[in-house]
């Protein structure tokens, strides 16, 4: 007689077999398919409990299936879903409304995927540069940090130092300089006249949870005014509570020209992004000059309104910036001579070995806990901003108990 377990033990394999045989092994998952989330936690296809400290790159910040957010997913999707920009639809004016005024900007350009807003930032930067700076055509330079990870169009990859994410995609598309994170004299020597814009991550998540030296943000802000140079925010996987406040930046008290949005701004249930700008920047496009089937469609605001709005009332920010202070600590007293470091800001942190950290993360995994490498040997640990203080103990003694199995 077949058990369940059995049965389900079976599910996961067939599941994990049609992936691999239908689907372009483009990625690395841990052997585990989950079937099930709620909270900080998700469920796999035997009924097995993990806590997720991965949260889909920050895309789940205020928990799998909020009730909140998802009532409204389910609302909207019974009134309309998409009209596309061709007509105006009664929700997206609201949306940009409440999304500028938590943003803290004046306009915003709604897309899909953070990589898309990205692409808008690099148009806008651009268009600027030429339209109001006076860069002589074809020349304007757009500055990154090397170990950026801003996506992978073509475009943002031709912005990247990463090796895998070029590799046999050229040719590249010109107007990068790449200069070190953190490094403010290697940013200094770069900035010249054809220069209209400095693109950078406050904290680098993909590029293993690179936290710059204390002022460089600061400092390069002030550098970005004094030679007339755009400041280019991606807050992707930093905002919205992430690191312990709003945004990133709001920890130096830094108002980025563009501010760039997207991850947990659909709270887990729908692709949300923007560009963020002033008046002046975003009015440098017209109708044409750039846009999206999806963007701004009335499925999308509604989502993430409700995202907006859990993360305001249920004080997601200050939660993160507690717990990660706990959990921080608590894995700083780790001892074990394969750390390298323990770094990281509010609920984003990483731990970094000296090898590969894949070991560690399957360690982890048998004991219940989510979380994936990153740069090959960086752990990251970034778990949904409803984390209770019982639960950041449940993680730091996996960490504990998962390092003697590693």
């Given at each position: 007689m077949t058990t369940s377990l059995e049965h389900t033990d079976r599910l996961a394999a067939e599941c994990i077999a049609k992936e691999r045989r239908y689907g372009a092994p483009n990625y690395a998952p841990l052997d585990v398919v989950i079937a099930r989330g709620e909270g900080v936690f998700v469920w796999d296809t035997a009924g097995n409990r993990y806590l997720d400290c991965i949260s889909a790159y920050s895309a789940v910040n205020q928990g799998h299936c909020h009730p909140r957010i998802r009532e409204a997913l389910i609302d909207q999707?019974?009134?309309?879903?998409?009209?596309?920009?061709?007509?105006?639809?009664?929700?997206l004016g609201t949306f940009l409304e409440q999304l500028t005024r938590y943003c803290g900007q004046e306009m915003a350009l709604p897309m899909n995927t953070g990589v898309e807003a990205v692409e808008t930032a690099i148009k806008l930067a651009r268009r600027w540069g030429y339209r109001v700076k006076g860069i002589p055509t074809e020349r304007a330079r757009i500055i990154v940090c090397a170990d950026n990870f801003h996506g992978r169009t073509t475009a943002v990859i031709s912005a990247s130092s990463e090796p895998q994410y070029r590799a046999d995609f050229g040719p590249y598309l010109p107007g990068f300089t790449i200069v070190p994170f953190g490094d403010l004299d290697a940013l200094r020597s770069t900035l010249d006249e054809t220069v209209c814009a400095f693109l950078v991550e406050p904290i680098q998540g993909e590029g293993g949870v690179n936290v710059p030296p204390s002022g460089y943000l600061t400092k390069a802000y002030a550098l970005c005014r004094e030679h007339d140079v755009l400041f280019i925010a991606d807050e992707i996987q930093t905002g919205f509570g992430r690191t312990g406040a709003r945004f990133a930046l709001d920890h130096d008290g830094i108002a980025p020209d563009v501010l760039l949005v997207g991850k947990a701004l659909g709270g887990g249930f729908y692709p949300v992004s923007a560009a963020l700008a002033s008046r002046s920047l975003l009015e440098l496009f017209g109708p044409g000059d750039h846009g999206s089937t999806f963007g701004g469609n009335p499925l999308a605001c509604e989502v993430a309104r409700a995202a907006i709005a859990v993360t305001v009332e249920e004080r997601l920010a200050e939660n993160a910036r507690d717990r990660g202070d706990e959990l921080l600590h608590r894995l700083r007293a780790v001892r074990d001579e394969?750390?390298?470091?323990?770094?990281?800001?509010?609920?984003?942190?990483g731990v970094e070995f000296d090898r590969s950290a894949r070991p560690f993360a399957e360690a982890l995994l048998a004991h219940g806990i989510l979380a994936k490498e990153t740069h090959e040997c960086?752990?990251?640990?970034?778990?949904?901003?409803?984390?209770?203080?019982?639960?950041v103990s449940r993680i730091a003694s996996a960490f504990e108990s998962g390092l003697v199995a590693a």
């Open positions: 999707s019974s009134r309309l879903t998409l009209t596309s920009r061709a007509v105006c639809n009664d929700r394969r750390i390298v470091d323990v770094r990281g800001k509010g609920l984003l942190i960086v752990l990251r640990i970034a778990p949904p901003l409803v984390l209770t203080q019982e639960q």
